[in-house]
T-cell receptor
Framework: DAKTTQPPSMDCAEGRAANLPCNHS???????VYWYRQIHSQGPQYIIH???NNETNEMASLIITEDRKSSTLILPHATLRDTAVYYC??????????FGTGTRLTIIP | KAGVTQTPRYLIKTRGQQVTLSCSPI?????VSWYQQTPGQGLQFLFE???????NKGNFPGRFSGRQFSNSRSEMNVSTLELGDSALYLC?????????FGSGTRLTVV
């Protein structure tokens, strides 16, 4: 799995869009970009994943650059419950996930 | 549908003892993976089982083992517990690449 790089922490005001960046410059052509988040002491929660195209679901949007070397997770209207550690993972879709240190996102009231 | 269920939620054991943790995957999911999470090492992959066979293994000593039953339920066992085995142990089940995690078992070794 390709290595990913994320900022260690970010703050975002409640109600604003939270934009979380991820670099994956060595990603292979058939590796997906997955995003998970982990709220304190709970198991990681799947958010979204994509290969080449931008993706959107009820939780978030995923923007992948054309060269696929980076991506951005967007939480359109952040709430206090979005405070968590967010993990960006490059993966072939097999069963082993390699978690980095993630981004600790704090939503400010 | 029910999520991934891990039991027990909390456990305290003494050094040298052994422990068994249980994971019931989402109905229909045949793959079960185990992860260890510690403050120092983060989330690390232990092993993965698919249809009762270990399909993938992380870099952990042989004291860590697991198995999967015909109903896809899985157990992991840690023998000769060390203080450093204190961690949150997470189980994830999947079918065709979608991963759902349980709430974990927090093991404390004293």
């Amino acid at each position: 799995d390709a290595k990913t790089t994320q900022p260690p922490s970010m703050d975002c005001a409640e109600g604003r869009a939270a934009n979380l960046p991820c670099n994956h410059s060595t990603i292979s052509g058939n590796e997906y970009v997955y995003w998970y988040r982990q709220i304190h002491s709970q198991g990681p929660q799947y958010i979204i994943h994509g290969l080449k195209n931008n993706e959107t679901n009820e939780m978030a949007s995923l923007i992948i650059t054309e060269d696929r070397k980076s991506s951005t997770l967007i939480l359109p209207h952040a709430t206090l419950r979005d405070t968590a550690v967010y993990y960006c993972i490059a993966n072939f879709g097999n069963e082993k996930l390699t978690f980095g240190t993630g981004t600790r996102l704090t939503i400010i009231p | 549908k029910a999520g991934v269920t891990q039991t027990p939620r909390y456990l305290i054991k003494t050094r040298g003892q052994q422990v068994t943790l249980s994971c019931s995957p989402i109905s229909g999911h045949r793959s079960v993976s185990w992860y260890q999470q510690t403050p120092g090492q983060g989330l690390q992959f232990l092993f993965e089982y698919f249809s009762e066979t270990q399909r993938n293994k992380g870099n952990f000593p042989g004291r860590f083992s697991g198995r999967q039953f015909s109903n896809s339920r899985s157990e992991m066992n840690v023998s000769t517990l060390e203080l450093g085995d204190s961690a949150l142990y997470l189980c994830a089940s999947s079918e065709k690449g979608g991963y759902t995690f349980g709430s974990g078992t927090r093991l404390t070794v004293v």
